[in-house]
């Protein structure tokens, strides 16, 4: 007679097949096997959002896909394969508390049914905060700021930053100096840049008390003092008092966040400020923060913009990487001039004149580096095709809604930068 083993207990199926799977994680996969430089080569083409997903695969795979080193290289391919990125911030909220966004590929700016694009849902946006506002966008990460409505509040602004690649979202945490300290008003300013030394993006927040002028004549001189500045390290996750203050004989600043067109401002290591002097209206200079010394400094304009003039010019910018600044003159040209070498004030070059406009024209800056964005005297906005010599309306943007005062055009790419900090 043939004896048969008694039927194995119920509970060791499913321990054989854990087993079983516990080995197959272990063993690498075929993309695994391949030498690091042959794969690497081969993920660097993926999309941000689908390499990811693939951190989740090994420890191996996380690794590879979060060396800085990679990460660089990706983000290196994204801009120079023009897979550049239009963003459309609209400042007011939607009455459910939402950000209207729209993204769409730079090669085609008119959409003809845009779709919105919703923020992380770990954002909650409190009630009283009513509107938003773009400061600055860097590597495919950009920095906004919720506001609430009053602009003399007990409330500060709640800043983010969030990479839309991979819908990721990082809310900083209050910075020292308040602006609800309780003073009449505060001049505001906050701004984000990259720091290439250190590998780090920073946001940078300065302010200054003021009293409210009693009549127009008393605007030039109203401001009390500037406060400290502070600077936050995403690389450190929080925020610090600098010894450096910003330039006191700085009577008003023309601030990049306030600009219809958010460039690439700050991604050298610098952020710029095109400032007015103290009891001056026609005097202006350039001031600069560096980031990696945490300082500030100044950089003339160009000395062929008469000052007398000066109260037509518009706007910073930047052009091929190189700052620049436009100037619209009395006759309708609209001047812009290059800084071919940073921080040199001989290196100053008139690149374009663009003559060709009838009617009111406001220029508004470089996007991508390529189209011109101008505001037209029909109360459109417009991209100029320098190459082409054509005006191409951006219909998107002319919506009963949103007037083009209250929108920011960002432009970003595809990016694997992580928001959370360094450990």
Not at 17 to 29: C, G, H, N, R, V
Not at 39 to 45: E, K, V
Not at 155 to 164: E, G, L, S, T, V
Not at 389 to 399: D, G, H, I, Q, R
């Amino acid at each position: 007679m043939i004896l048969c083993p008694p039927p194995a207990p119920r509970e060791a199926a499913p321990k054989r097949k854990l087993a079983t799977m516990d080995k197959l994680s272990k063993q690498p996969t075929t993309m695994e096997k391949l030498p690091e430089e042959l794969l690497s080569d081969i993920l660097i083409r993926l999309p941000a959002k689908r390499l990811a997903q693939f951190r989740c695969v090994s420890k191996p795979m996380n690794a590879l896909l979060s060396q800085p080193s990679f990460i660089k290289s990706h983000l290196h391919r994204s801009i120079h394969n023009n897979d550049e990125m239009f963003m459309v911030f609209y400042s007011e909220l939607c009455l459910d508390g939402e950000i209207p966004i729209i993204a769409h590929p730079s090669h085609s700016p008119v959409i003809e049914n845009p779709n919105f694009i919703n923020l992380p849902a770990s954002l909650t946006i409190p009630p009283g905060y009513t509107h938003s506002s773009i400061l600055g966008s860097l590597n495919g990460l950009i920095c906004f700021a919720l506001w609430p409505t009053d602009t003399v509040s007990d409330r500060d602004p709640i800043i983010c930053i969030w990479n839309p690649s991979l819908n990721a979202l990082r809310i900083l945490p209050p910075y020292t100096i308040l602006a609800s300290l309780g003073f009449e008003g505060i001049d505001l300013h906050i701004r984000f840049g990259y720091d290439p030394e250190t590998d780090d993006y920073k946001v940078v927040k300065f302010s200054r008390l003021f009293q409210r002028p009693v009549t127009a004549f008393e605007s030039l001189s109203y401001f009390k003092e500037w406060l400290q500045v502070e600077v936050y390290s995403m690389r450190k996750g929080s925020w610090k008092l600098i010894n450096d203050r910003f330039p006191s004989h700085v009577g008003w600043i023309s601030d990049f966040a306030d600009l219809s067109i958010i460039g690439s401002d700050g991604h050298d290591g610098h952020i710029h400020w095109l400032c007015g002097l103290n009891g001056k209206i026609t005097n202006h200079a350039i001031v600069a923060f560096d980031l990696a010394t945490e300082t500030f400094g100044e950089i003339p304009l160009p000395d062929s913009i008469p000052q007398y003039k000066m109260d037509q010019t518009k706007l910073l910018g930047h052009l091929s990487g190189n700052l620049c600044v436009m100037s619209y003159m009395e006759d309708g040209d609209i001047e812009v001039w290059v800084m071919n070498e940073y921080g040199m004030a001989e290196s100053w070059v008139k690149h374009h004149v663009f003559s060709q406009f009838s009617g009111n024209i406001v220029p508004l800056g470089f996007i991508l580096n390529k189209e011109f964005l101008l505001h037209d005297d029909k109360n459109r906005l417009a991209l100029y095709d320098q190459i082409a010599a054509k005006v191409n309306s951006l219909e998107v943007l002319a919506t009963s809604r949103f007037g083009f005062d209250r929108v920011k055009i960002v432009s970003y790419v595809d990016s694997l930068v992580w928001i959370a900090p360094a450990n």
